[in-house]
């Protein structure tokens, strides 16, 4: 997170962990460049230890970017009843703003981590600037 802000594509972090009994949860809002925002949500599930010794895994998650008060970029999910893959949707943000498609990730390893669905996005941001300010 510190390197994309650095970069100045994140420009501000507004999740916060929560600490239960075996179970972390992250949930906020990150906003970035083009009034781009990113809705985390997220269970973590303490396998063991404690502390910064955890050792942990992610249950469920989905991160849903779109333009503030606006269109959608793109949503990664886990599993959910309707579709029982990880999978990424992806909209017509520029068009009819409607989802065109959803991707599946077929292995857990192939699962962007928070990190990497930022740098997507901000790839996304650069290669379409010119359309964004437009909008």
Same mark, same amino acid.
């Given at each position: 997170? =510190?390197?994309?802000?650095?970069? !100045?594509?994140?420009?501000?972090?507004?999740?916060?962990?929560?600490?239960?009994?075996?179970?972390?949860?992250?949930?906020? $809002?990150?906003? #970035?460049? !083009?009034?781009?925002?990113?809705?985390?949500?997220?269970?973590?599930?303490? +396998?063991?230890?404690?502390?910064? =010794? $955890?050792?942990?895994?992610? $249950?469920?998650?989905?991160?849903? =970017?779109?333009?503030?008060? @606006?269109?959608?970029?793109? *949503?990664?999910?886990?599993?959910?009843?309707? *579709?029982?893959?990880?999978?990424?949707? *992806?909209?017509?943000?520029? !068009?009819? #703003? $409607?989802?065109?498609?959803?991707?599946?990730?077929?292995?857990?390893?192939?699962?962007?981590?928070? @990190?990497?669905?930022?740098?997507? +996005?901000?790839? &996304?941001? &650069? !290669?379409?600037?010119? *359309?964004? =300010?437009?909008?």
């Amino acid at each position: 997170m =510190a390197s994309l802000m650095n970069q !100045g594509f994140v420009l501000q972090d507004d999740c916060s962990f929560e600490f239960f009994q075996g179970l972390i949860v992250l949930e906020g $809002r990150i906003h #970035c460049l !083009g009034q781009i925002e990113v809705t985390v949500k997220k269970l973590i599930e303490v +396998l063991s230890g404690s502390g910064h =010794a $955890r050792i942990v895994q992610t $249950r469920q998650f989905s991160y849903h =970017a779109n333009f503030a008060n @606006g269109p959608n970029i793109l *949503r990664y999910d886990s599993p959910v009843p309707h *579709r029982n893959y990880y999978h990424k949707h *992806r909209f017509d943000t520029f !068009g009819t #703003c $409607r989802e065109i498609e959803v991707v599946q990730i077929d292995s857990e390893e192939d699962v962007p981590t928070l @990190g990497e669905v930022l740098t997507e +996005l901000q790839e &996304w941001y &650069w !290669g379409n600037e010119d *359309r964004i =300010a437009t909008m």
